[in-house]
């Protein structure tokens, strides 16, 4: 089998995934809907939520499937022997190109299918509050910053890939250096991941506008509710209502940086008591602690940081890898962007596996949130807004369990509003 051969059955195997997935939710739609989310939707909202599920469905499926066949186009059009003869041998120029590609196609399908999520289906549903000239300045920030960020992880792989052979002369080191050969691996990691959250952060700025929350009544309320945790530097309102109804609030935590956001939709829709409920549940995110699914994650990395430390020592497996895409492909050059590419989707299961440990740790620290907003003296009104948001925004409120194990990184409404309210049990009996 040849690395095209492997890269497509790969790509298909991830079509035949969803639509497993697919199917799944289909099951689980047919089922009454359990009695806390009974009321949610009326009988109209309902049968707009599931016309938007089959219309994005249908989006989605014929995106994938065009995105497989340019696959298949680029695999067999001899571009990478193309530019394994035009680079002369050069590996960041080889890798820069092989990139630029690949990000160029991806930014043309996402943009297309964006622009008919936004202006086809959600503006059918009265989803969206965007022009297309807001639009194209969120696209344009989101793809720049992905570029970007794509070109750093490229230049990455590529130093180290330059680097390590020299670090271990050759693959021949012993336990230690292997050690701190992983470790320095390790650092260019969390560096670029500091790196890629505040690009994040940047790119939030720029597509949205903050401003402080005004002086007055809830302010002070929201200030209470923040005084035992870390210091939150400011607490911010964005302008959501100029791209969409959706409504949400978050805490972002980067290094010393700590703020509060929350959407102007729900200044406009929400109760001042739901608006502390919901914020409640913010600052819960800031009390959190480690749970047992945080330290199974660090396990697993720990483990992973073993594997790499046996490559180095041990590097066959990488050297035959490297070996098969360059015969597959036909080239003399090492193209570090092919080679990461297939390995990347060798490791896919690895990496599925770590996300759902981090989902299940995520979902965890939802539920200890909701209980602050709780404790707080807000559940009522947490489960009132929550209703809303999902209803308003035509979402899913009883996911199939199975999806929600693999894919949620938020508990289900359903799931949610149970453990809401025995959460107000336990506190009404003092537990």
């Known amino acids: 089998m040849t690395a095209q051969v492997f890269l497509v059955g790969f790509a298909l195997v991830k079509i035949i995934y969803q639509g497993l997935l697919d199917a799944l939710s289909d099951v689980q739609r047919k089922r009454p809907l359990p009695e806390e989310v009974g009321d949610v939707y009326d009988a109209d909202r309902y049968n707009d ?83 297309k000239k807001g639009f194209a300045k969120d696209t344009l920030y989101e793809e720049v910053s992905t570029s970007i960020l794509g070109l750093v992880i490229v230049f990455i792989v590529v130093f180290l890939g330059e680097s390590l052979p020299e670090w271990t002369n050759g693959f021949t080191v012993g336990l230690v250096p292997a050690f701190w050969a992983a470790v320095s691996i390790a650092l260019c990691i969390s560096t670029f991941a500091i790196f890629a959250s505040a690009v994040s952060v940047f790119v939030m700025i720029k597509k949205y506008s903050f401003s402080p929350l005004p002086e007055g009544e809830l302010r002070s309320d929201i200030e209470k509710l923040i005084e035992g945790p870390k210091k939150v530097r400011e607490i911010y309102v964005y302008d959501e209502s100029s791209k969409s109804t959706g409504k949400n609030a978050f805490v972002v935590r980067i290094l010393w940086l700590r703020f509060i956001g929350i959407a102007d939709n729900c200044l406009e829709s929400d109760s001042r008591r739901e608006l502390l409920a919901t914020l409640s549940h913010e600052v819960g995110h800031l009390r959190q602690k480690r749970n047992a699914w945080d330290f199974a994650l660090y396990g697993t990395i720990c483990l992973l940081f073993v594997a790499v ?83 308003d925004d035509l979402m899913c409120v009883n996911p199939h369990p199975v999806i929600e194990i693999l894919e949620y990184d938020h508990p289900g409404l359903a799931n949610r509003i149970r453990a809401i309210r025995e959460a107000g049990v336990g506190y009404s009996q003092g537990l």
């Open 49 to 131: 939520y599931l016309s938007i599920v089959s219309d994005e469905r249908k989006a989605y499926q014929l995106y994938r499937l065009v995105d497989v066949a340019i696959l298949v186009i680029v695999l067999i059009s001899g571009f990478f022997a193309a530019v394994d003869d035009f680079a002369c041998g050069n590996v960041y120029l080889i890798a820069f190109l092989s990139f630029l590609l690949f990000r160029g196609v991806s930014a043309i399908e996402k943009t297309i299918l964006l622009y008919h999520v936004t202006f086809r289906i959600d503006e059918k549903y009265g989803l969206n509050r965007q022009d």
């Open 309 to 391: 430390v046996l490559l180095i020592i041990h590097p066959e497996p990488i050297l035959l890898l490297v070996d098969w895409t360059q015969q597959s492909f036909g080239l003399t050059a090492m193209n570090y962007f092919l080679v990461f590419a297939v390995f990347s989707e060798l490791v896919t299961p690895i990496v599925w596996g770590v996300g759902v440990l981090r989902n299940c740790g995520s979902r965890s620290h939802e539920y200890d949130a909701d209980r602050e907003a709780v404790r707080n003296g807000y559940g009522p009104e947490l489960e009132t807004s929550l209703k809303r948001y999902v209803r």
